[in-house]
């Protein structure tokens, strides 16, 4: 799926990633408790950061599609610890 694919189905599916979970898209940082993928130097990559800060890749892809697949089941998975 694309990242307007993505996005319409977090819409259309009430998707919810918490309160304290922030959702990026456009780059990577290093602010606490971020879920995002991005397209950064060639590649596709779905990352996370710490509570105190600082980021992991958990995966990189060179396809957009797969990548934005991949993010909406991290997502999705945060999205069922929020609705327990």
Not at 28 to 57: A, M, S
Not at 71 to 84: D, G, P, T, W
Request: glycine share 6%.
């Amino acid at each position: 799926m694309t990242k307007q694919e993505f996005l319409q189905r977090y819409k259309d599916e009430k998707l919810n990633i918490g309160d304290e979970y922030l959702m990026v898209l456009d780059a990577i940082t290093d602010e606490p408790l971020v879920l995002g993928c991005v397209y950064n130097q060639g590649k596709w990559k779905v990352f996370e950061t710490r509570e105190r800060g600082g980021h992991f890749v958990m995966k990189e892809m060179d396809n957009e599609s797969e990548a934005f697949v991949f993010f909406y089941e991290i997502v999705l998975s945060q999205h069922k610890i929020q609705s327990n």
